[in-house]
Each structure stands twice: as C-alpha cells, then as structure tokens.
C-alpha cells in the first residue's frame, strides 16, 4: 500500500501555499522528451499524486485534458479550490489503483510523490494504462537546495541546510528513494526505452517567508511537530530570523533565488 502523508487539511493549506510549480528546466526536460517521442499532442494526460495542484495546473497549459490524482482528500480539496484551467478536473484515488480503461492514457506523470508509492504495484498500473507509445515522466526535487542573495549566498544556504539536516531526522523511511536519486524508480519502471536525469537545475523565485514555509510543507516538518510542537515552531521562527540576519534585512518578503536540484525519470511504452 502507498504510503498517506499531507493527509490534513491543515498541512493540506500549507502544501498549497508554499509548494511550488515545477521549474522551467524541469518543464522544458519533460515537453522536449514528450515532443521527440510523438506524445504531444496528447489527449489524455495523468498526474499521479498531484497534491494540490502545481504540476497538474502547469500541464493544463500544454495538453487537452489533464486529470489529477491522489490519494489525499484534504490535497484534491485544495487543489480544486485553486483557480485552474477549464480542461482540468481531480480525483481522489491511490496511485496503485487508477480508474482508467486498459491502454488510454497518453502521459502519465508524477511531480515529487512517486517515492510514496508502492512502487512494483504503481509500474504495473502506468503500464496498463499506458497507450502503446505512451510516456512517462517521474520527478522529484532532491535535498540539493541553496538560497542565493547578493553576497551571502553560501552563509544563507548553509543556514537553511542546519534546519532541513535537523529535520531529515524526521523524515521517512522512503525519503532514501530522494537521496538514492530515484535509482530504484528508474530500475523499477517496466519500459526498456527510459532515462533518467539528475542534473536538472531550478531556480524558483521565492521569499525568505516562503522558503520558511516550504520547509513548514515538508512532511519531516509535520512529523518533528506532532512530536514537539513548540520546539518545531520555535525552529521555523529562529531560521527565519538567522535568515534575515544574514541577508541584513527586516522583511520576510524580501525576494531570495531558491535553487534546487531535480531528478527526472523518463520512459516511453
């Protein structure tokens, strides 16, 4: 069975809030190896484990219908509650168990969820799904992250990196599929005609308040908070704090480069 997370609605608002969209080396990587393997235009497209909606809404602008699928009712919640394109719609279902018809499905892809699956049950269902021809494009964000501004750039990442180290403690057993670079995702999709890239590079433009609130998203996060709430809340307020310090400003909002380093699974049928 997948693994539930991001299962309240609480963490569901803050997912929501502070994820972020797919960078554009990412989206560039996934159109250009759909446009060579013929798969777009693609009628059907399928995101698994969707959330609350970022990678499902940036495919809405490149497909003709676009479902997005998890298992989280809190997350569909949102992400029907997001302002979207008319050719989307969202499902709750488990990744294991996609209510689609054999063979009808042109892409089908997952955007920093896969590692929650069962992962032999879920490459059994994208390949019955999977039109002949089909594709798949698996992604994650790895914990290869930096926070850039002016010339503190090295002392402000390593101050994030001091926060997320503490909180990869608390995370999941599952997270090594992140830190192992999707090998076993790659290894485990049933495709003889795939890839996998590690190399993609992304900067997304952010706040000192939303990288404090990405880090609030994180599911190590969520768990290090039902152990100690104060503690956890207490960590959030001094990063911030030791952020602002660093950079020689006061507001939250001030605009850093948050870099992050994405791998990417791809395979066609």
Not at 49 to 75: N, Y
Not at 77 to 89: L, R
Request: with cysteine; proline share 5%.
């Amino acid at each position: 069975m997948a693994t539930q997370m991001f299962e309240g609605r609480g963490h569901a608002a803050v997912y929501q809030k502070y994820r972020f969209a797919p960078g554009k080396e990412l989206q560039e990587t996934i159109l250009t190896y759909l446009q060579e393997k013929g798969a777009n235009p693609a009628e059907l497209v399928v995101d698994v484990g969707c959330g609350s909606g970022q990678g499902t809404r940036f495919l809405a602008e490149h497909f003709k219908k676009v479902v997005g699928t998890d298992i989280s009712e809190a997350q569909i919640q949102e992400a029907k509650e997001a302002p979207s394109m008319p050719n989307v719609s969202y499902l709750v279902c488990p990744a294991e168990e996609l209510p689609f018809e054999d063979a009808s499905v042109d892409v089908l892809t997952s955007f920093t969820a896969a590692h929650w699956f069962d992962i032999e049950k879920f490459m059994k269902e994208a390949n019955r799904v999977l039109k002949p021809g089909g594709c798949v494009a698996i992604s994650t964000y790895t914990v290869d992250m930096s926070v850039r501004y002016g010339n503190c750039s090295e002392q402000l990442t390593k101050v994030f990196r001091e926060c997320w180290d503490l909180l990869l403690k608390y995370s999941h057993s599952r997270i090594k599929f992140v830190l192992e670079d999707y090998k076993e995702i790659f290894e485990a999709l049933l495709f003889p005609d795939k890839k996998r890239i590690t190399n993609i590079y992304d900067n997304i433009p952010m706040t000192v308040a939303s990288v404090v609130g990405y880090l609030e998203s994180a599911s190590p996060y969520q768990a290090f908070k039902k152990n100690d709430p104060e503690a956890a809340k207490s960590l959030l307020q001094k990063t911030e704090k030791k952020m602002l310090e660093t950079m020689g400003v006061s507001s939250p909002e001030t605009p850093v480069e948050f870099w992050v380093r994405h791998v990417c699974v791809l395979g066609c049928k």
